[in-house]
C-alpha cells in the first residue's frame, strides 16, 4: 500500500511540475561535492503557518497518517484526530518505563515507528520503538545498544529504504565533563534490512556540513528528519525556526546543504510530512511541527522542490592533452 502510494505521489510531483509556471526551487550549484555551503548562500524558502493545536505531549516531535495526528512526548504519545485535533487516545509509559526518552515518529502502514535514545545519560543507547496506531499498544522494540550515538529521527524515502539520524552534543550533560559525542559526529545513516528488523544493518553514513552543524545545531544536534512528498529530505535542529533540506553527495561523506525552509512557528524538535495529501494549492506540501513553548502541534504549508534529488551530480571533469591541471597551480 504505502508504496503505490508513494510512486504516485511521485506521479502527481512530476506531472505538476511540468504544468506550473513557478520558478525552480533546486539551485544549480549544487551539482557536485564542492557546493558553496557558506551560511546563507543555500536557498531560502519561506512557508505558511495553516493552524496550531494545543496538544499536552507536544514535547518532543508529531507523526501524522492520513486520519490522525500524533504528539510525542518522552514517554506518552497521543492521538488526535486530524480534522479537529482533538486529543482521542493516549500510550502512557511513565517515567519509571522502560521507555524515556522518545524523540518523534513516522507512522507507515498501520505502524508508529519512534526513535528512542537514554539522553541525556552515558554512555549513549538507541532504539527504534513500535506501536500499532489502531490500538495504540507498544508492539516492538529493536535495541541498538552503544552505537554512533542518540538516535533522533527514522523516515523512508520513497522507494522504502529506511534513514535516521544518531545525534551527538557539543552540549556537556549534568555530572559529566566531556561534550556528549559532539555535534559534528552526528550522523545520517541509510538502514539496510535483516531477519531481525529493517533496521538491522548501517549499510552507509554521511555527516552534515560543518556550518549547518556550528551555525545551526550545535550545542545540540539535528533533531528531527522526514521525506518530504517531493522526495527530498528535509530535517531540523534543536531550537531553530527552520528546516534544512539536505542531499547525499555523489562523493565523500559530507551531505550537502541544498535549502532553508523559514517554519517561524516552531523550533526544531520532531517535523513529519503529511504525505497522505501530496503537493496541493500550487505546488505546496503540508509539513507539520511541534512548539515545545506553546505545547502545540504545528501544521505549515511549503513550497516543495521542483526538481527531483539525483545521486548522479557531476563528480570532477576529464580532461585530454593540453588542458591537464597542475593540482599546486589550481
Ligand atoms: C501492512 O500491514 C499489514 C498488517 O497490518 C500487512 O498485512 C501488510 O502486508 C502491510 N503492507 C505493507 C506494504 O507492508
Ligand atoms: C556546476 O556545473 C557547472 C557546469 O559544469 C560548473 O561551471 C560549476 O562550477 C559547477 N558548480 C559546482 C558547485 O560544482
Ligand atoms: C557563496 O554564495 C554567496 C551567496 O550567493 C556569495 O555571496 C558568496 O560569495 C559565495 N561564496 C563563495 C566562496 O563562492
Ligand atoms: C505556499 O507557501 C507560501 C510560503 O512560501 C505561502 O506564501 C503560500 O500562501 C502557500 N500557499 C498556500 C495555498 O498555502
Ligand atoms: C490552548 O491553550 C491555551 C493556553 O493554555 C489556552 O489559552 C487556549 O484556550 C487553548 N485553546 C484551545 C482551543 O483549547
Ligand atoms: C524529557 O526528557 C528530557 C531529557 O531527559 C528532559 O530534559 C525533559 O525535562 C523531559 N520532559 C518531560 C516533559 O518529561
Ligand atoms: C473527527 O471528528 C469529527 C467531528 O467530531 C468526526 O466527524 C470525525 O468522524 C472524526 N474522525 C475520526 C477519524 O474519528
Ligand atoms: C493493530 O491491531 C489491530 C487490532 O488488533 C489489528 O487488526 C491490526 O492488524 C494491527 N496492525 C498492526 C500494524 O499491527
Redesign the pocket.
Known amino acids: ?4 502510494s508513494h510512486y504516485a505521489i511521485l506521479a502527481f510531483a512530476a506531472s505538476a511540475a511540468c504544468q506550473q509556471t513557478r520558478p525552480v526551487q533546486c539551485l544549480p550549484m549544487f551539482n557536485g561535492t564542492v557546493g558553496n555551503g557558506t551560511v546563507g548562500s543555500e536557498q531560502q524558502i519561506s512557508s505558511k503557518t495553516i493552524r496550531s493545536v494545543n496538544a499536552t505531549d507536544a514535547n518532543q516531535g508529531v507523526a501524522v497518517d492520513a486520519t490522525y495526528f500524533y504528539s510525542i512526548d518522552n514517554f506518552s504519545i497521543t492521538k488526535h484526530n486530524k480534522t479537529t485535533g482533538q486529543a482521542i487516545m493516549q500510550w502512557f509509559g511513565g517515567a519509571n518505563g522502560p521507555i524515556i526518552h522518545l524523540d518523534g515518529a513516522v507512522v ?4 508508529l515507528y519512534a526513535p528512542h535514545s537514554n539522553y541525556p545519560h552515558s554512555p549513549e543507547t538507541s532504539s527504534v520503538e513500535e506501536w ?1 496506531v489502531t490500538t495504540m499498544e507498544h508492539i516492538r522494540s529493536y535495541s541498538f545498544g552503544v552505537n554512533r550515538g542518540s538516535l533522533t529521527w527514522i523516515d523512508q524515502d520513497s522507494t522504502g529504504t529506511w534513514y535516521g539520524t544518531f545525534a551527538n552534543y557539543d552540549r556537556v550533560q549534568k555530572g559529566q565533563t566531556q561534550p556528549y559525542g559532539l555535534s559534528m559526529n552526528t550522523q545520517l545513516v541509510r538502514f539496510s534490512p535483516g531477519p531481525e528488523s529493517p533496521f538491522q544493518y548501517i549499510s552507509q553514513s554521511w555527516i552534515f556540513p560543518q556550518e549547518l552543524v556550528s551555525e545551526n545545531f550545535s550545542p545540540m544536534s539535528n533533531s528531527g528528519g522526514s521525506f518530504g512528498p517531493d522526495g527530498w529530505l528535509y530535517i531540523t535542529g534543536h531550537d531553530a525556526s527552520a528546516a534544512y533540506i539536505v542531499q547525499i553527495p555523489s562523493a565523500g561523506s559530507i551531505l550537502i546543504w541544498v535549502a532553508t525552509v523559514d517554519l517561524p512557528d516552531i523550533a526544531g524538535q520532531g517535523i513529519a510530512w503529511d504525505r497522505s495529501k501530496g503537493p496541493q494549492n500550487g505546488g505546496n506540501g503540508t509539513l507539520y511541527g511541534i512548539s515545545r513553548e506553546s505545547k502545540q502541534v504545528v501544521e505549515m504549508s511549503v513550497p516543495l522542490q521542483t526538481c527531483q534529488t539525483t545521486t548522479n551530480l557531476p563528480v570532477g571533469s576529464i580532461l585530454g592533452p593540453g588542458s591537464f591541471i597542475d593540482p599546486d597551480s589550481d
Request: hydrophobic fraction near 45%.
Open positions: 500500500m504505502k508504496f503505490i507507515i502502514n498501520g505502524t500499532n
